[in-house]
């Protein structure tokens, strides 16, 4: 168990202030849980208020012991209601501000309104654009309990080559290696931010349940146990000659990576073995053209259209009429975090130190699904890889 | 997997309706994966429009197949984009609304803004309180899939007995337990409404493990694998003479059930075994309050009374200082659903097929917690049990 260092939650709040500071903003008060890991290193039912000058204040209703405990951060003060949040700043001698941030992306209109009535009359602003901008760049710190992520995921993937078999079904084999990854340091709980998001461990696929479409934003859906769920593995058979595709997430101390890998028992039709080959052919690309200050935007544009080129239009990221509009996301400890590798983002270039996730895949209705799915660090020479497991069609 | 009859959704309907008019609301616009499960049968990235009066409308952006396959509604219609949302309804002959209600307990403020835009000049009402309303009264196909989960829940209990053993970590017999449970027919996904509410399959405390507190607001707490997570099962190494207190929520097409026992490996000191019994008489006091038109306040004032006056002020619902103020929580599609055997309910009573967990629990710092925990529903002549595994206190 690792308590994040005081010196990662300072540079991170300088980051902050610096954007706060920009866009004149007093203070931005965070209460969302993966903030609040990110900013104290404890999550706590509590208040993280950093003021654009000055040292942060963790406020904290429960559990302050375990604040305290875990909480790098030289302010951590009780709290008995919310209620009382200015009162304290005030006795510590912060200015209360007239603009102040909070996280507008997830917070829900319920508790927005509460605090409007809490902390009038300030002005309530977005802080999420300026948090996960600075939550984008991963430290040094951060990236080397991703590179321990890998390390479980390799071994869960190698794993996995034993308990794939004929006969046993998509579901069963996926809760067998979710035991085994939390046995590896798997944390089990997943990340992410979006609104109705419901990530979990990932995903395996044999055959046509591959090319099942869902209401998630991703390329892959598949038909799940049930329709409360409506994605992920089901209860099908795994069978011989047919893709299985399996799409895992590790977590780790906060932290995730994200892999797919595509196996089969016994060959695979050429069509789909060439199919997985022109994916590889797409993380090269990605690979080539991802580097600092090129466009997320331009990542996307450039494989999409290789991807194109090589005849997978109707079959790249999803089957025609149920595609998703990207290749990649950025992943840390949130599945959903900056950059998105994806349509639209022209203006937005890559840094050094952002991670994401890419996973160019192919969907053939009736036949299932292929791909590849690799965690990624952008250095400043270009992209390095963070997992790494064997990358060949792996016939079992 | 079940389909969700039509009949059902019919019912759900019709008494939101005569809420909505209740209300003077012209419609209900829901958007959560929860809600749509439930009015819908079918969770897609859709939206679940209700006149109030007339037929509801499912518009559903991805996946409409799934969608037109799963949900048992009339008129479930394909949606480019929210923005053809009022274009639609007008072809479908229905006028707009001026007042409209959105779950706005859970709706993130970034897409009140776009939704505020889009409905212009409708005024955006809060649906939650009339949608709790309407999902707080279960139907007997409900109540009859919650029993399935019973079912399962009582094989895990089975199993339980098997797999906990001196010097396996809390961990480990827990993510068995978990895998054994998907195998038996557990969903995996469990539903939280709440901000920042992360509930899993649940916990397994042995001894002093039990007594940690968190942030979450559930009377056990629990170290967690780390502060990134910081609750939940650690890797504790599970000893004899201490309790043992597993505490898990299977779900099934949708539903859930909660239930919690106690263990020890040989024998508990009689402080514990006592205050284990003390729980089942606090149990049984609930058991003879609760019934339909009593208050839930005064189920919970009661049997707090009973604990308090059976010595347990310090340690009733956790330990002293991190106490908190309910002893039972609706259960169905989500975990914390309506209603709330809890402090300062008074006004609202329990009404006939609301169905609830109750969980009284003592915690002894340093010592363990220990407790129990069944999922109920309210009869018209009182409470019938949902789980029944055996209550004994369970030396292995």
Partial sequence: MRFTPATELTTRYKSLQKRLQQHQLDAALLVQNSDLFYFTGSVQQGFYYLPAEGEPVYLVRKDFGRARMECGLQ????????????????????????????????LPVRQYKHYQKLLAPADIVDASPLVREVRAIKSDYEISIMKDCALIMDKVFQRAKDVIAVGRTDWEVLAE???????EGHQGLIRFRGFNGEAGFGHLFSGSDGAVPTYSDTPLGGLGPNPAVGQGASYKKIAAGEPIILDLVIAYEGYMVDQTRTFSIGKLPDQLSEAYMAMLKVQEKMSEVAKPGVAWGTVYQQCLQLATDMGYKDHFMGASGAQVSFIGHGIGIELDE?????????????????TFAFEPKVVFP?????????????????VKRLTYSDETLLEL
Same sequence: chains 1, 2.
């Avoid at 009736?366 to 270009?382: D, F, K, P, Q, T």
């Fill in 338 to 354: 900056c950059p998105f590798i994806a349509r639209g983002f022209d203006q937005h270039p890559l840094e050094e130190n952002m």
């Fill in 366 to 382: 009736g036949l299932g699904a292929l791909g590849v799915e690799n965690s990624w660090r952008v250095a400043a020479e270009g």
């Fill in 177 to 183: 290696l979710e035991q085994y990854a939390k046995g």
């Fill in 75 to 106: 302010h951590v003060l009780p709290l008995a209601s919310s209620k009382q949040l200015f009162a304290i700043l005030r006795e510590q001698g912060i200015a209360l501000p007239q603009k102040i941030a909070m996280e507008l992306d997830v």
